[in-house]
């Protein structure tokens, strides 16, 4: 089945720590894109990537990198430097910017 | 930065009636789409819209364009208590480049009661 994967569901990080969340899709993609959501609240653009090996930062990309060295694979790395990490994540993909975006079920990441 | 803002926050109403969300704008769009997110999930495309359309149908949704209002309407007919969620309305701006991504609004919280 087609669809777009994100793992953990839970991480747990503690203070100092860098943390890796998973978003892989097998729907040949070209756009992805990271998103988080507070409680209560819209999304909010982290990073997005319109094509393999380059991305661009969004709204709130502070604290935060990426990658894109597979058409397939878009890792989001919340480093230390983010002072207020817990939320959720979410990931998502489109065939190409502006179109309809496809999600992950989401990484719920929690400072310990 | 959010450019849609949705109406109302949140909504309650019985199973077998209708509930209209509302979400405003602020800038020209390209599109404007909506999603609904079940509780600690990812969210699910419903409807997309394009700036030339002013309605359209995808089974109980219906979807209304008001380009000169800037606002955009999302009617659920004969609600179910699955319809239970928070819907989401994302603008896509008008123009190239890489400013053309999606921005979502705050959501709507729809309680269907059975």
């Known amino acids: 089945d087609g669809g777009i994967t994100q793992s953990p569901k839970y991480l747990f990080r503690k203070e100092g720590q860098n943390v890796t969340l998973s978003c892989e899709q097998n729907?040949?993609?070209?756009?992805m894109y990271w998103y988080r959501q507070d409680p209560g609240q819209g999304l909010r653009l982290i990073y997005y990537?319109?094509?393999?090996?380059?991305?661009q930062k969004g709204d709130i990309a502070e604290g935060y990198s990426v990658s894109r060295e597979k058409k397939e694979s878009f890792p989001l790395t919340v480093t230390s430097a983010q002072k207020n990490p817990t939320a959720f994540y979410l990931c998502a993909s489109s065939i190409i910017e502006a179109s309809e975006a496809f999600f992950g079920q989401g990484t719920r990441l929690t400072v310990v | 930065s959010q450019q849609g803002e949705e109406d109302p926050q949140a909504l309650s109403i019985q199973e077998g009636e209708n509930a209209t969300m509302n979400c405003s704008y602020k800038?020209?769009?390209?599109?404007l789409q909506w999603y609904r997110q079940n509780s600690g999930r990812g969210l699910v495309h419903l409807i997309l819209?394009?700036?030339?359309?002013r309605e359209k149908h995808s089974g109980r949704l219906r979807v209304t364009l008001d380009t000169s209002k800037k606002s955009s309407s999302l009617l659920i007919t004969a609600s179910r208590a699955a319809d239970t969620a928070s819907y989401f309305c994302a603008t896509v701006p008008f123009g190239s480049g890489s400013a053309r991504q999606l921005t979502f609004g705050s959501g709507t919280q729809l309680t269907v009661l059975p």
């Open positions: 819209i394009r700036s030339n359309e």
């Open positions: 729907l040949n993609h070209d756009a």
């Open positions: 990537s319109q094509i393999v090996n380059d991305f």
């Open positions: 800038t020209s769009i390209n599109n």
